[in-house]
């Protein structure tokens, strides 16, 4: 026990390394002291603190002590209180009596030991005498810890083509972690941006932007701490399909398939004249593409025409027209190597037919120069020739090539031709304008057609009639799907 030194006279005292204040408890001005019950402390020297306010910063776990040494204690009690970051106050000690239950705090006759610092453990310490009146010395202590990440955005986060978009990452961590942002592991997409409270925007999604995106928050203290977030890409229905013409003939059985992807999986239906046609079976056939199988059967006349294909979901819909004919395709003229003699050429084409080809019109003439296109002198140039053919054998071609020789050309001219070709159903487009030149003359390139031009014998044939090379002929039983599948029940 400090030994009683000398009288203390009612006073007012500042130290002014602590910038506490030492108060008498009873000195009252003007008052009689005698009969206090805390006279018995008045023969003490002033009591001081030996270290001034100190701000101590720990880390997580570590042990430390809170500093509370006093010169001329006395039997004055020492009172350690913590006032927390919230600013809760807790008595830890008086004396030497601990008042506090965990195991982690340890009273000193000159101060406080924590162990295992917690972030709780953070604030101030305030050490005092209260029976020597408002003698308080205050610490600071600061607890670093490592960071930690969490988000409030769902972990798969589904975003909507063209909308914002924004990733929260709330970081915590002492000191204030860094934040860093990775998807799929490297660069952010294009127009994906970090803004100032580290959370992710991107301004107008695209499928790109789909992916995973990683938040870490890094402050040097322990390990970094990450969180994981996935952005799937919401988006509105595309039909994937791989012919809008679906040539048939008439049989036992169609199918008609649409395709369509979209996020999420559109629901797809069929109309026909603006009527639904409700007897297509459905399947999902990935995560986000749906197909519609439209079965027609038995395939009639009838049931040529338009069928719209609409899929649709949230985000809108999309429609194609799918056009079911019996009529063969526009056929692909084309020349064939040598064809070119000095008065006739050889003219090939291919077509599209579920039917034989009954017929074909070829219509031709010479390429008129820019200078002659005088008046009158057209009359005899454009020719037509139109044939029948028999349609002997079916052998089930369905992409007939047929070829026919125009004789009687002049020779060195340039000339210019189409064809069309016919079914049992009604005649195709026209083909695109073929060019060609008979032999003497320099080949052109004119139409998107190769042109084949050149140099040959003589045509000894004077009229060759017309040549189909093979007869298109197939049967009109077989069914061919759109998306070139075929079902024979
Ligand atoms: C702690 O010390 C400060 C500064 O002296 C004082 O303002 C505050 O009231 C004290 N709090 C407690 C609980 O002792
Ligand atoms: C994480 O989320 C929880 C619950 O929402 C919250 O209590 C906590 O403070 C959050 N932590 C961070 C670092 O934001
Ligand atoms: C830090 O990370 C390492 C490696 O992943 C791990 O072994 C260690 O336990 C982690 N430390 C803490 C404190 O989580
Ligand atoms: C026409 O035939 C040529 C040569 O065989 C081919 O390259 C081209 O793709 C065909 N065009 C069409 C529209 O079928
Ligand atoms: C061609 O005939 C048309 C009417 O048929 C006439 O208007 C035009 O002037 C004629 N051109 C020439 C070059 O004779």
């Known amino acids: 026990m400090p030994s009683v030194c000398a009288a203390i006279v009612a006073f007012s005292l500042t130290i002014g390394l602590t910038g506490s204040t030492v108060e008498r408890f009873d000195g009252e001005e003007g008052g009689s002291s005698s009969q ?3 006279s018995e402390y008045d023969d003490e020297d002033p009591p001081t603190f030996a270290l001034g306010s100190q701000a101590f910063t720990v880390a ?10 006093i010169i001329n204690q006395g039997r004055h009690l020492l009172v350690i209180h913590h006032i927390n970051t919230k600013g809760k106050k807790l008595l830890l000690s008086a004396g030497e009596m601990k008042l506090v239950r965990t195991e982690r705090v340890q009273i000193d006759p000159t101060g406080v030991t924590i162990y295992d610092a917690q972030r709780q453990d953070a604030g101030f310490y305030n050490c005092s005498l209260p ?4 003698f308080i010395l205050q610490h600071k202590l600061d607890v670093l810890y490592p960071p930690s990440v969490n988000s409030s955005s769902p972990p798969v986060q589904q975003a909507v083509l063209g909308q914002r978009l924004e ?5 915590d961590g002492n000191p204030r972690p860094e934040i860093d942002w990775t998807f799929e592991g490297g660069a952010l997409p294009a127009g994906a941006a970090v803004n100032q409270a580290g959370h992710l925007v991107i301004e107008r999604v695209d499928r790109r932007v789909e992916g995973k995106y990683v938040c870490t928050a890094d402050n040097g203290i322990g390990n970094d701490s990450y969180v994981t977030l996935e952005v799937v890409v919401e988006f509105p229905p595309e039909i994937i399909t791989e012919k809008s013409v679906v040539r048939t003939g008439a049989g036992d059985q169609l199918e008609l398939v649409c395709l369509a992807r979209g996020r999420p999986s559109p629901r797809v239906s069929w109309t026909r004249k603006g009527q639904s046609v409700d007897h297509a079976t459905h399947s999902t056939v990935a995560d986000d593409v749906y197909r519609s199988t439209l079965v027609i059967r038995p395939m009639t006349e009838q049931d040529f025409g338009n069928y719209v294909c609409t899929a ?3 985000h809108g819909q999309k429609s194609v027209v799918v056009q079911m004919t019996g009529l063969p395709q526009q056929p692909n003229l084309t020349g064939v190597a040598g ?8 003219l090939t084409w291919e077509t599209e037919s579920y039917c034989p080809i009954v017929a074909y019109k070829i219509v031709f003439g010479r390429v008129q120069q820019k200078s002659a296109e005088v008046n009158g002198s057209t009359e005899k140039n454009v020719h037509e020739i139109t044939v029948e053919m028999d349609v002997g054998t079916e052998n089930g071609n369905t992409h007939p090539a047929m070829s026919h020789i125009l004789n009687d050309l002049d020779a060195s001219t340039e000339y210019e031709a189409i064809v069309k070709v016919k079914n049992r159903y009604g005649w195709s487009a026209e083909s695109d304008k073929f060019c060609f030149a008979t032999s003497s003359a320099s080949p052109v390139h004119r139409s998107t057609s190769r042109s084949v031009g050149g140099a ?3 045509s000894s044939a004077a009229v060759s009639l017309l040549l189909p090379l093979l007869a298109a002929a197939s049967a009109c039983q077989r069914c061919r799907g759109f998306c070139g599948r075929i079902t024979s029940p």
């Open 36 to 38: 206090s019950v805390y």
């Open 60 to 69: 997580v776990g570590d042990t430390f002590t809170i500093p509370c040494d």
């Open 131 to 134: 029976t020597a009146g408002k």
């Open 167 to 171: 990733l929260f990452c709330n970081a």
């Open 312 to 314: 649709q979901n949230i």
């Open 339 to 346: 064809g070119g003699k000095e008065n006739s050429y050889t």
């Open 456 to 458: 040959g014998e003589r």
